[in-house]
C-alpha cells in the first residue's frame, strides 16, 4: 500500500461523510424516518464511493466484480449507521446535526477494510463455477 492510498481513502472518505451527513440532516428537517434516510443516504454514497475508490484509493478499472462485492460490502453500514445514529440522536439526546457526523467517525475504520476488500483483492469467488 503506498503513501496515497492512505491520503486518497481520507479525502474520499470525506466526500462521502459530507453526502451521507447531507442526507440525513436534511431528510431529518425535511420529517423522513431515520430507517429510510439511511437507505437514501447508502443509495447516495455506494455508488459516489465505489468510483472514486476504484479511480483514486485503490487504483483499480470499475469492474462490475468488484462493484458488487464493494456494495456487498458497504451493506454493512445499513444496520451500523442506523443503530449509531439512533444511539447518539435518540439516546444521547444530541442534535441531528451532530448525532449523524459522530456516527459517521466511529465507522470510518470498518468502512477502510470493507472497501479494500471488495475493491483491492483478487476475485476469486465470484469466478468460482
Known amino acids: 500500500?503506498?503513501?496515497?492510498?492512505?491520503?486518497?481513502?481520507v479525502l474520499i472518505a470525506g466526500i462521502c461523510i459530507a453526502l451521507h451527513n447531507a442526507v440525513i440532516i436534511l431528510a431529518d428537517?425535511?420529517?423522513i424516518p431515520l430507517w429510510l434516510?439511511?437507505?437514501?443516504?447508502?443509495?447516495?454514497?455506494a455508488g459516489t464511493g465505489y468510483v472514486l475508490h476504484s479511480v483514486f484509493?485503490?487504483?483499480?478499472?470499475?469492474?462490475?466484480?468488484?462493484?458488487?462485492?464493494?456494495?456487498?460490502?458497504?451493506?454493512?453500514?445499513?444496520?451500523?449507521a442506523f443503530v449509531t445514529i439512533w444511539?447518539?440522536?435518540q439516546q444521547v439526546g444530541l442534535p441531528m446535526v451532530f448525532?449523524?457526523?459522530?456516527?459517521s467517525v466511529c465507522m470510518l475504520a470498518l468502512n477502510f477494510l470493507l472497501g479494500r476488500w471488495a475493491i483491492?483483492?483478487?476475485?476469486?469467488?465470484?469466478?468460482?463455477?
Open 1 to 9: 500500500m503506498s503513501v496515497r492510498t492512505p491520503l486518497a481513502y
Open 29 to 31: 428537517r425535511a420529517g
Open 37 to 45: 434516510a439511511v437507505l437514501l443516504s447508502f443509495c447516495v454514497v
Open 57 to 80: 484509493t485503490f487504483r483499480r478499472p470499475l469492474a462490475s466484480t468488484a462493484l458488487v462485492r464493494y456494495v456487498v460490502a458497504m451493506l454493512a453500514n445499513i444496520p451500523l
Open 87 to 89: 444511539f447518539w440522536h
Open 99 to 103: 448525532a449523524s457526523p459522530l456516527a
Open 120 to 129: 483491492a483483492s483478487p476475485n476469486r469467488w465470484m469466478t468460482r463455477g
